[in-house]
């Protein structure tokens, strides 16, 4: 008798459905973006401009080959905003919701990979966590468009007006740094908007709102200000969030935009604070601004926004983690904490796992585009810091570069936005040790 072959079946993983679906999603719309009607001029985009500009838009990043105002049609912006919320929100979190609402069944796949893909903490109660940011997000774009709208109106007329406040609210609490004020100046940003504290206070807002993550706002719904009961991760990251805007912001204060009357000088600092966290704005030229200030802005971006939320980048967890982990070490202590909570050592490997990762790949991008552009190291390095950070900021350099390196930026692009561990395990759907250890031999390092 012939025994039989065992048939060995093939199952798709979480990670692997969150990377399909991105994918997926940049091709939909670089078809859509190719279209006549998606250009003002009705020529329509080549693929390589329609690709980087979709991969931009879903990985919520902000680069731009071209005026997203002079150069796209108003069918063309939509397709971008498009992208933009789909990015923003998660892929699979606008998916869960439209089987929530039809009244479909979720399966505990969908459900496993709703966790992944919000990083929440276990899968229990994922389906209303889903509803949660979809009302989130939904309120907080309609009240940042609602309190834009006067502005904008005023400038652009009222049907464009609130056009032009709808794209920006979706755009800063997505943390994605495309704008349409190229109408007034192409490649502009929010120049103009420099000492308009609505216009600032409310893009800052919903930056900051959109980058904390939907788990941490749903420890702030239910705990109200009673900061103890919060999670330790919400602690973490509002405290480093907090941090890492103040900080900078009085660095740019006293050192980069000195010159400014005061009122611009506060208004311009807490901005360019706030913006390289992922979100792409600007209100100043960053061109003008010394190469430490740049190199700053460089760490920023590439630390980025916080896990669950709609920004990329390291995370704000995972710079904390390092650092109370260096902490550990230097006070001699066995364990890494935080708020009196111990973390666990594969929390430690994957945070050193990714920032090597992250810095790595910014780092090779950025000398490879250096070299082939014949551009300084730090210019390339701010726009490869930019990418994989999904931030948008610019020095002007990204419509001028090739395809060789955009398709660099691209592939950073969609690095920084899935996640360095979410590739991994989407290419690993097995583990495969065997519980077996190799000797221990001690190494001596630094």
């Not at 065992?6 to 190719?34: A, E, N, R």
């Not at 991760?233 to 405290?239: D, H, Y």
Request: proline share 3%.
């Amino acid at each position: 008798m012939q025994k039989r072959k065992k048939s060995k079946h093939y199952h798709i993983t979480s990670f692997q459905i969150i990377i399909l679906g991105f994918l997926s999603v940049i091709l939909i719309g670089s078809l859509l973006l190719m279209l006549p009607i998606a250009t003002r001029s009705g020529n329509g985009a080549s693929f390589s401009d329609a690709l980087f500009t979709a991969t931009s838009a879903v990985c919520v990043t902000g680069l731009i080959i071209h005026d997203t105002a002079t150069y796209w049609s108003v069918f063309g912006q939509s397709i971008i905003l498009l992208l933009i919320q789909i990015g923003g929100m998660g892929i699979v979190t606008i998916a869960v919701s439209i089987a929530a609402v039809s009244g479909r069944k979720i399966g505990l796949m969908q459900r496993s990979t709703m966790q992944e893909a919000i990083a929440a903490p276990n899968v229990g109660g994922i389906v209303r966590r889903t509803k949660f940011i979809l009302k989130t997000a939904i309120s907080v774009e309609l009240i940042g468009a609602a309190v834009l709208s006067p502005v904008f109106c005023r400038d652009f007329g009222f049907f464009k007006g609130i056009w032009y406040a709808l794209f920006h609210s979706i755009s800063a609490f997505c943390n994605a740094g495309f704008d349409l004020i190229g109408a007034k100046k192409p490649f502009s940003s929010l120049t103009s908007y420099s000492v308009q504290p609505v216009v600032n206070i409310t893009i800052m807002a919903l930056i900051i709102i959109g980058g904390i993550g939907f788990l941490t706002w749903e420890d702030i719904k239910n705990n109200k200000w009673h900061f103890k009961k919060y999670r330790m991760q919400s602690k973490v990251i509002l405290a480093v969030t907090a941090a890492l805007i103040l900080l900078p912001a009085i660095y740019f204060y006293f050192f980069e935009f000195s010159r400014l009357p005061f009122p611009e000088r506060v208004w311009t600092s807490l901005f360019q604070s706030v913006t390289p966290r992922t979100a792409g704005f600007n209100t100043a030229d960053l061109t003008l601004m010394s190469e430490v200030g740049q190199m700053l802005m460089i760490m920023l971006m590439l630390t980025g926004g916080s896990p669950g939320s709609t920004a990329g980048g390291m995370k704000t967890t995972t710079l904390a983690v390092l650092v109370s982990s260096a902490l550990s070490v230097f006070r001699k202590k066995e364990h890494t904490q935080f708020f009196k909570r111990r973390i666990p050592d594969n929390t430690i490997r994957n945070a050193a796992t990714i920032f090597l990762m992250y810095v790595t790949l910014f780092l090779v991008g950025g000398m490879i585009i250096s070299g082939i552009e014949e551009i300084p190291l730090i210019t390339a390095l701010f726009e490869t810091a930019s990418a994989i950070g999904t931030v948008g900021l610019s020095l002007g350099i990204t419509p001028e570069l090739g395809i060789a390196s955009h398709m660099i930026l691209i592939c950073l692009m969609f690095f920084g936005r899935v996640g360095g561990l979410t590739l991994i395990f989407a290419a690993i759907s097995e583990k495969t040790s065997n519980g077996s250890k190799y000797p221990q031999e001690k190494i001596t390092v630094g």
